[in-house]
């Protein structure tokens, strides 16, 4: 199996903090890039739920990159916000994927042809692979943790997963 190379935005960290399962990044991609704003955006303020989970791991499991003042970073950061923008601007620079839930960041992403992949992605992998017997559980989890997903992106991966109604 060939596992890609993804530069994570805060989003996909918190609803996988928020669930215990960071782990499953390490599992799922050949490396994780991040860049200091969304390690900041996450981590900056202890108090904040999951943000010494997400620290540690970063520390351990991933490279963080300076911030960017690139034209890509330029023309993202008018309508996006900065780790997005950041993180944009590092996949195009490192010629890898983008690990991004919000809607406009993956709108994005797609206009700039980048590699795509969110969170449910990376629990549909990780339950094709052995390492979760159950997508549901922690579907739920994140969404009482506030993670929002649609309910059809939901319907969707449970289906995938084998786990639908």
Not at 127 to 137: C, E, L, Q
Request: net charge negative; hydrophobic share 45%; glycine share 10%.
């Amino acid at each position: 199996m060939i596992r890609p190379v993804v530069v994570a935005d805060s989003g996909p960290l918190i609803a996988l903090a928020g669930c215990g399962q960071l782990e499953l990044l390490s599992v799922v991609f050949d490396a994780l890039h991040v860049p200091q704003a969304v390690l900041d955006e996450t981590t900056a303020d202890p108090a904040r739920r999951w943000a010494a989970d997400i620290a540690a791991f970063v520390r351990m499991q991933a490279q963080v990159h300076p911030g960017r003042a690139d034209d890509i970073y330029v023309s993202a950061a008018g309508y996006l916000d900065e780790g997005e923008a950041q993180a944009l601007s590092l996949a195009h620079a490192l010629g890898c994927g983008v690990l991004m839930d919000e809607r406009r960041g993956r709108e994005a992403a797609r206009r700039q042809r980048l590699p795509l992949f969110g969170v449910l992605g990376v629990l549909l992998q990780a339950k094709r692979i052995g390492r979760i017997t159950r997508i549901a559980p922690l579907l739920e989890q994140m969404q009482s943790n506030g993670y929002r997903i649609s309910q059809a992106l939901v319907d969707e991966a449970l289906r995938l997963a084998g786990e639908g109604g």
